[in-house]
C-alpha cells in the first residue's frame, strides 16, 4: 500500500538551512505536498510540487523532488524561531471509494529552532 | 481566503456517551470534506470523505456506526463519536475542497477529545 516516510525529528540554529526529507511509495502520485502544523493548531500548506518538477522555490523554501528514488524534500533558508513546527510531506492518492486527489500522510518531522 | 473553523476546539466525555464534532468552511462552498484523525507521534490518518447531500466513503477499518458523518449543507459537516470509549480519545482534523477537481484541502484547526 501508500506509505510516506519522514525523520522524527530535525534541531537546527537560527539562521541556518533545515532540509527535512520524505520518501513516498505510490509513482502514480501526482502531487506532492509539505504542510507545517503548529502546537494545538490544523495544517497549514506551505508548498506543493507537481509530479513533473524536479524543483520548486516559493521565497525561503525549496522543493526538491527526485521522482526516480520517489525522495522529496523541503529546504527553509534562514531558519528562524518561527519555524518550529511540524512538517508533514503527503502524497496524493485514490481512495478505497474511487476518489481521486485524497492525501496519505507521513508522521511528521519536528523541526527545533535554536536561538 | 479559505477558512475551515471547527467546534469544538476541546471536548472532554465520559465514556459510553456520543460527541459532535463540527467542521465548517466559513468563506466557501465546500462539496468535499474529510475527516481525519491524528495519533500523538502519527501521522494523520484519514477516516473518511463527505460530499454534501450523499453519504460518507469511509477508509478501511474505520467503523461508520461508531463514526457517523453528516454533511448537511455546503459548509457544514459534522463527525459524530457515538459511545465513546477512551480509546477514541485523539485529534480531529477536518478539511474541505472548495471543488471536486481542486487539489487543495483547506484544514481546520482540530478538537481534541478525551473520553474519561
Known amino acids: 500500500g501508500e506509505d510516506v516516510e519522514q525523520s522524527l525529528f530535525l534541531s537546527v540554529r537560527e539562521g541556518d538551512s533545515s532540509v527535512i526529507n520524505c520518501t513516498y511509495t505510490d509513482s502514480s502520485s501526482t502531487y506532492l505536498y509539505w504542510y507545517k502544523q503548529e502546537p494545538g493548531a490544523g495544517l497549514q500548506l506551505l508548498t506543493y510540487i507537481f509530479s513533473n518538477m524536479d524543483m520548486k522555490q516559493d521565497q525561503r523554501l525549496t522543493v526538491l523532488l527526485n521522482k526516480k528514488d520517489k525522495h522529496l524534500s523541503l529546504r527553509i533558508a534562514d531558519t528562524q524561531t518561527g519555524d518550529s513546527a511540524i512538517y508533514f510531506c503527503a502524497e496524493s492518492y485514490m481512495n478505497y471509494g474511487g476518489s481521486q486527489g485524497n492525501l496519505i500522510f507521513g508522521k511528521g518531522t519536528k523541526l527545533s529552532v535554536k536561538p | ?116
Not at chain 2, 59 to 71: P, R
Not at chain 2, 73 to 91: G, I
Open chain 2, 1 to 116: 481566503g479559505a477558512v475551515v473553523s471547527q467546534h469544538p476546539s476541546r471536548v472532554i466525555c465520559k465514556s459510553g456517551t456520543s460527541v459532535k464534532i463540527e467542521c465548517r468552511s466559513l468563506d466557501f462552498q465546500a462539496t468535499t470534506m474529510f475527516w481525519y484523525r491524528q495519533f500523538p507521534k502519527k501521522s494523520l490518518m484519514l477516516m473518511a470523505t463527505s460530499n454534501e447531500g450523499s453519504k460518507a466513503t469511509y477508509e478501511q477499518g474505520v467503523e461508520k456506526d461508531k463514526f457517523l458523518i453528516n454533511h448537511a449543507s455546503l459548509t457544514l459537516s459534522t463527525l459524530t463519536v457515538t459511545s465513546a470509549h477512551p480509546e477514541d480519545s485523539s485529534f480531529y482534523i477536518c478539511s474541505a475542497k472548495k471543488l471536486a477537481g481542486q487539489r487543495e484541502q483547506y484544514f481546520g484547526p482540530g478538537t481534541r477529545l478525551t473520553v474519561t
